[in-house]
């Protein structure tokens, strides 16, 4: 088990930072926490990497107690912090040999450079690098040590588009390589995009917690369908099968409906009944972003004391 947390909780005074998390992570690749700010993403991976006591519950990680084995853990973990303060004044090498120090095992600047892809960058100031790079030496920091866990506190956040689909790549490879890479983020196309796994939380509780596939296909509400057709369509059959008309768009007739698939299946045979040709099909069901949206809803803050909460996803799931 790379990382097991039973009924874990943190609190800040009155603020309820966690709120008995159970999560289970066994498998390799790369695990997302998403949710928004103050949702406590940044106090789950802080106890995890021995960081941050948590008030209550169990959490082991790599089989070990982060809050009593810490210095055997982080020889272990790879660690990205929200922020790292590196002396300005050091080359790229230099910063990656000082951090090596701390390590019973290091590999070597150049390799942990060329897996940043910042080669040519060895012997660059920090100061002279751009925010892109600085992020990336900030990753190879996590990668000094040859971590079995590596864990990135919001690896993309201030970076430009083209920034961020670099630390997506290193971050990609660090998984085909057979890494178990934990990250946070607030940006839902990117959990989309690079996880295997999405853990939502909210108000630190895990509100849903799947593959982006699985998030997706447990989403409740409708799918819209526009068609159009070589000639006039009686949609009477198809309200009979659940598929619900609102006019025409673009030259398209308009649909929604709970259930896509019964709706293209009654869609095949209302044509096929009317004598029809299908020109155009397109069809948009709920995305990450719609579940996301309908899970977190309101304001963070409204939520944080609030005790009585409608069922979760993970719940339905279960
Ligand atoms: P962000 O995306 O903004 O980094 P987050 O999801 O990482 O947020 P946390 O930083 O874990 O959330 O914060 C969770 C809650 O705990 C927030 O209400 C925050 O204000 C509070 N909190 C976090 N750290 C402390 C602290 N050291 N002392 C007091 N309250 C804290």
Aim: glycine residues 10%; charged residues 20%; hydrophobic residues 40%.
């Amino acid at each position: 088990m790379v990382i097991q947390a039973e009924k874990l909780s943190k609190h800040y005074g009155t603020t309820r930072a966690l709120q008995g998390i159970d999560l289970q992570i066994s498998e390799s690749g790369i695990v997302g926490i998403l949710g928004p700010n103050g949702a406590g993403k940044t106090t789950m991976i802080e106890i995890f990497e021995g960081l941050r006591m948590p008030s209550s519950g169990r959490v082991s990680v790599l089989g070990l107690d982060p809050a009593r084995q810490s210095s055997t853990l982080k020889q272990r973990l790879g660690i990205q912090l929200q922020s790292t303060s590196i002396p300005p004044d050091l080359t790229s090498t230099e910063i990656l040999k000082l951090f090596a120090a701390f390590y019973q095992k290091s590999l070597q600047p150049g390799e942990i450079l060329k897996r940043i892809e910042l080669q040519e960058k060895a012997g660059v100031r920090f100061s002279n690098l751009s925010g892109g790079q600085q992020q990336r030496i900030a990753i190879g920091l996590a990668l000094v040590n040859d971590p079995e866990l590596i864990l990135l506190d919001e690896p993309t956040t201030g970076l430009d588009p083209v920034a961020r689909r670099g630390v997506h790549d290193i971050i990609s490879r660090l998984r085909d390589q057979g890494s178990t890479v934990l990250l946070t983020t607030h940006y839902i196309e990117e959990a989309e995009k690079l996880c295997d796994r999405i853990i939502i939380v909210k108000s630190g509780k895990i509100v849903a917690d799947g593959t982006p596939f699985d998030l997706v296909s447990q989403a409740e509400g409708s799918s819209t369908i526009w068609i159009a057709v070589d000639g006039e369509l009686d949609p009477a059959p198809l309200q009979q099968a659940g598929v619900t008309p609102q006019g025409t768009e673009g030259g398209h007739l308009h649909f929604i409906t709970l259930d896509p698939a019964a709706a293209v299946i009654a869609l095949g045979h209302v044509l096929q009944a009317q004598n029809l040709r299908l020109i155009d099909l397109r069809m948009k069901r709920p995305t990450l972003e719609d579940v996301y949206l309908s899970l977190i809803g309101q304001p963070e803050d409204e939520q944080v004391h609030d005790d009585a909460r409608k069922p979760s996803m993970q719940n339905r799931a279960e």
